[in-house]
């Protein structure tokens, strides 16, 4: 049995294989509708969602199986302190496979090693979201067809953004020629043992500017991401952070004319609706594009293809 914690838990050859078996999802869903009958997937979301949870349960659901599950902390036992491995091991004989989000760092993983099904992190704390990753990185080879030669800015709170550590470490892990533009204010830059460890350690090009105008010229994809208020210790920190990128019609117009604009949602701010319909912003195919990728998944994790 295995895992999915941190992103860097598959190997390339299995990413290439999700985004392959993904690809036929796409094109052929019906080919896939009832490979999943009789399993079901628990969704034990401790935090908010909209994208991960519904698209974890649209997935089972299109793939003819059944979910359970519950949205928030509150409406679960771990209101009452139940701890994070009792509820796994209950968990494991009501399901057969689960897909966690839990606002401490490392709660997924602790789960892992109390379960007797497949655990998948659905996001934990400012850490990790190997599922979002799967999800930009179809979404990359699908729109761009290739995931190597690409200079990509991440732009926004990349200090508490998990889908920036995530899809960065993959990157850096797995492709060749990847040039990184960290785009934020210098509360919010890029953790250092990313910089370090990640990216210096194995001489992977990198820069660091305040400036979305400074950058966004170069760039094949511009990852957007929202300054995330729930992150904050306190809210003067946040209302001074919030709109300090705000994505408009007028700052596109140095972009190249093929740069995906990417986004992992919830926007808040930081894009303004009116980009919403230049052919370059690619967030909210990149949310469907999300349950094919995890329809893959949950395959793969169940053994079943
Ligand atoms: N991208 C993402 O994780 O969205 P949700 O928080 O809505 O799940």
Redesign the pocket.
């Known amino acids: 049995m295995k895992h999915l914690i941190s992103p860097l838990d598959l190997n390339k050859t299995e990413i290439d294989e999700l985004i392959a078996i993904g690809n036929k999802m796409y094109e052929n869903p019906k080919d896939y509708s009832s490979i999943c009958q009789g399993k079901k997937i628990a969704t034990l979301f401790y935090?908010?969602?909209?994208?991960?949870?519904?698209?974890f349960e649209a997935a089972m659901l299109n793939l003819g199986g059944n979910v359970l599950g519950f949205s928030s902390a509150d409406s679960s036992s771990a209101a009452k302190g139940e701890s994070v491995a009792d509820t796994i091991r209950v968990i494991s004989a009501y399901a057969d496979i689960a897909a966690m989000?839990h606002p401490k760092e490392g709660a997924p993983m602790v789960a892992s090693q109390h379960s007797s099904i497949p655990i998948i992190n659905?996001?934990d704390g400012g850490h990790n979201?190997p599922t979002?990753t799967l999800?930009d990185l179809f979404t990359i080879k699908r729109l761009k067809g290739r995931l190597d030669n690409l200079t990509i800015g991440f732009c926004g709170d990349l200090k508490f953004g998990r889908?920036v550590h995530s899809l960065v470490q993959t990157l850096a892990r797995y492709y060749t020629n990847i040039k990184f533009v960290f785009i934020s204010p210098e509360e919010l830059t890029i953790p250092s043992y990313l910089k370090k460890e990640v990216l210096e350690d194995n001489n992977i090009p990198f820069c660091e500017v305040r400036l979305l105008d400074d950058a966004i010229a170069d760039l094949d994809i511009l990852y957007m991401t929202r300054v995330q208020r729930e992150r904050f210790f306190n809210e003067e920190d946040y209302v001074r952070l919030k709109d300090f990128y705000i994505l408009t019609n007028a700052k596109l117009k140095s972009a190249k004319e093929d740069m995906l604009i990417m986004h992992?949602?919830?926007r808040v701010n930081e894009i303004a609706t009116e980009v919403d319909e230049d052919p370059r912003a690619v967030y909210f195919k990149q949310?469907e594009l999300?349950v094919y990728i995890r329809m893959a998944l949950i395959c793969r994790l169940l053994g079943l293809l």
């Open positions: 935090e908010p969602s909209t994208r991960t949870r519904l698209s989000r659905a996001g979201h979002q999800t889908t992992p949602l919830p949310a999300g």
